[in-house]
């Protein structure tokens, strides 16, 4: 597709499961962002991939959360032994290469829910 | 480490009127961006506007603009003819120019958003 695509789109776990949430970026977009938007709340970032080079992890929340971006393209964030605090959604984002446009392409997010 | 800050929560409108958001931001940064993106019940973030800090003219598109005071740091976002389309959250938010892909690792700074309701 041309956007930048999230799945799964809704997630109902329960509590002490792991969880995956997959981004698929703009074909070509060599920076990939993870933020996390909780209830009335502005974006979280949590993590940051920029080519073949080791990611930011410096928003992470705990070591429950991980990250990897397999050949530059898709990244799958893990969760690992889900709180009900992880309730929120989690945005993807793309960028191009190059002198920063400053402008980030967003995912449609994927809603989790901890039981 | 930057910060952006939008007071208001919500705002409500009647359709076709004129609405402004209001967003500042603190930084020791000299070179930046700030936008204003629009969220929809959809959840996806669509940029509404951008400002390089270095134009000192405020960006327009369409019926939106911008007030761009970068001694003040504000940037509040102008709607005219305000639309029933127009009702969602808005986030304003800085990128620090670092020459990379997206801002490189500092990325996106928001603000927590104000939820614009646009009665007909």
């Known amino acids: 597709g041309a956007g930048v695509s999230q799945s799964p789109s809704n997630k109902v776990t329960e509590k002490g499961k792991d969880v995956e949430l997959r981004c698929d970026p703009i074909?070509?977009?060599?920076?990939l962002y993870w933020y996390r938007q909780s209830l009335g709340q502005g974006l979280e970032f949590l993590i940051y991939?920029?080519?073949?080079?080791?990611?930011?992890k410096s928003g992470l929340p705990s070591d429950r959360f991980s990250a990897e971006r397999t050949g530059g393209s898709v990244s799958t964030l893990t969760i690992q032994r889900t709180q009900q605090e992880d309730s929120a959604v989690y945005l993807c984002?793309?960028?191009?290469?190059?002198?920063?446009?400053?402008?980030?392409?967003f995912g449609e997010g994927s809603r989790l829910t901890v039981l | 480490a930057q910060t952006v800050t939008q007071s208001q929560p919500e705002m409500s409108v009647q359709e076709a009127e004129t609405v402004t958001l209001s967003c500042t931001y603190d930084?020791?940064?000299?070179?930046?961006?700030l936008f204003w993106y629009k969220q929809p019940p959809s959840r996806q973030m669509i940029l509404v506007i951008r400002?390089?800090?270095?134009?000192?003219q405020n960006a327009t598109e369409n019926r939106f603009s911008v007030n761009f005071q970068k001694a003040a740091k504000s940037f509040s976002l102008k709607i005219s003819d305000s639309q029933l389309g127009d009702t969602a959250m808005y986030f304003c938010?800085?990128?620090?120019?670092?020459?990379?892909?997206?801002?490189?690792?500092?990325?996106?700074?928001f603000g927590k958003g104000t939820h614009l309701i646009i009665q007909p």
């Open positions: 074909s070509g977009h060599t920076a």
């Open positions: 984002a793309s960028s191009l290469s190059g002198l920063g446009t400053g402008e980030l392409f």
């Open positions: 400002q390089e800090a270095y134009k000192q």
């Open positions: 930084t020791s940064e000299n070179n930046y961006y």
């Open positions: 938010a800085f990128m620090k120019h670092s020459g990379m892909a997206g801002g490189g690792a500092d990325g996106l700074t």
């Open positions: 991939f920029q080519g073949n080079s080791a990611p930011d």
